[in-house]
């Protein structure tokens, strides 16, 4: 595991510790609709990456940045890491932002759009490489992405996870891939399609069917 990995995963157990214990904490930096459009605090398109709801929460997404931060680092180097985390962080928000953008109460937290762009850069590089809990790593991809885009469709009252910022995060690290090693990615693109499926469904329901407004 790279420095900025283990920073990052340092830096994001922290503040999330400190979010479990200090709800004004919390509350200041989480996403917030309202909060960046009203009073333009566009620090928490970054800042609520860095909290989660629980330990749970935090456990899975970093969890879910280790196994797939190795291909990463590889391919795009440290700093091509950072620029996905981050370009993917605050892509994933600012697509929340667009189609949350009628219900200013609406808030999020998590790492979730960040890690969704190293899992998709990861697996436009390496899929039979990453394997995660006996599973390959585009099926566990597939999985995680078809979790989120059930629960943004069926919002629990209890839910205030960033499930939105997963397809932002997807499409940033996906893009990024294909600019830079566009062979590379396109000879893993049934691994990457299967991956899609569930982020393609959810921008139909989206922007067809107007299921979110």
């Not at 309202?34 to 709801?53: D, Q």
Request: positive net charge; glycine residues 8%.
């Amino acid at each position: 595991m790279s420095i900025p990995v283990a920073i990052i995963i340092a830096i994001t157990c922290i503040f999330s510790y400190r979010g479990f214990n200090d709800i004004a904490l919390f509350e200041k930096y989480k996403f917030n609709v309202g909060a960046i459009e009203n009073r333009k605090e566009y620090i928490r398109l970054i800042s609520s990456g860095f909290l989660h709801a629980d330990f749970m929460h935090l456990f899975f997404n970093m969890l879910s940045l280790y196994f797939f931060q190795a291909a990463v680092t590889v391919f795009f180097g440290n700093i091509g890491f950072l620029i996905i985390y981050f370009g993917s962080m605050i892509l994933g928000n600012l697509f929340s932002l667009m189609i949350y953008k009628k219900q200013p109460w609406y808030s999020a937290i998590g790492a979730s759009g960040a890690v969704s762009g190293i899992i998709f850069a990861s697996i436009a590089m390496a899929p039979n490489e990453i394997s995660v809990n006996f599973l390959p790593g585009w099926l566990f991809g597939t999985l995680y992405f078809g979790y989120s885009v059930y629960m943004m469709l069926n919002p629990k009252q209890w839910d205030n996870l960033g499930h939105a910022a997963h397809l932002g995060g997807a499409f940033f690290g996906l893009v990024y891939s294909i600019a830079l090693h566009p062979q590379q990615a396109m000879s893993n693109i049934l691994f990457l399609g299967a991956m899609s499926l569930p982020l393609i469904y959810l921008g139909y329901q989206i922007f067809v069917r107007k299921k979110i407004r």
